[in-house]
């Protein structure tokens, strides 16, 4: 089941932090994917993404904002994912993700007020409280919940990102010309 986003309600802090966003860097594993590490019986790691939060990252480039992957394991399946996604930068093997942030930062000549991050875990805690606006997934626990502007009503790997993709361009005015070309 997916949400009507047009009846999702946010706060006007949602809003007034939403509409500075100009890169939405996200987590791998729980967020992108339900969390799940499989194996294949050739020892191949395998993750399920989910197609409908991949509309949603691409929604995000058509849409002129940068996007980024920020996670802390390592897997080939990440890049084939994000390449195909058109995902501007993306950084594996970030257990310690600030020094890999500020860089990035530095890199695009950003504001922490500009960045949006969607993490699940305690090690996504050092950048949801420094970014413009920080959300996490239902499963998270409570103390990563506690750092954050927006819990989506989508669990991780199952449409959360298009969940927070859609509200943040609804808010910045771009969603409906987006949505156009669908409509005749």
Known sequence: MYLDFDKIEVTEEFKKRAEKIRLVIMDVDG?????G???DSEGREL?????KDGSGVKMLWRAGLKTAIITGRNSPVVDIRAKELKVDIVIQGAVDKLPVYEELKDR????????????????????LSRVGLAVCVPESYQMVKDYCHYVTK?????????EI???LLRVQGKLDPLLKKYFR
Do not use: H, M, W
């Not at 993750?47 to 197609?51: E, S």
């Not at 007020?113 to 996504?124: A, C, F, M, R, S």
């Not at 989508?154 to 959360?160: D, F, L």
């Open 31 to 35: 967020v992108l994917t339900d969390g």
């Open 37 to 39: 590490i499989y194996y």
């Open 47 to 51: 993750k399920r993404f989910c197609v």
């Open 108 to 127: 695009l000549r950003i504001k922490d007020e500009q960045i949006l991050y969607i993490g699940d875990d305690y090690l996504d805690i050092p950048l």
């Open 154 to 162: 989508s669990p991780g790997g199952n449409g959360a990102v298009r």
């Open 165 to 167: 993709a859609e509200l």
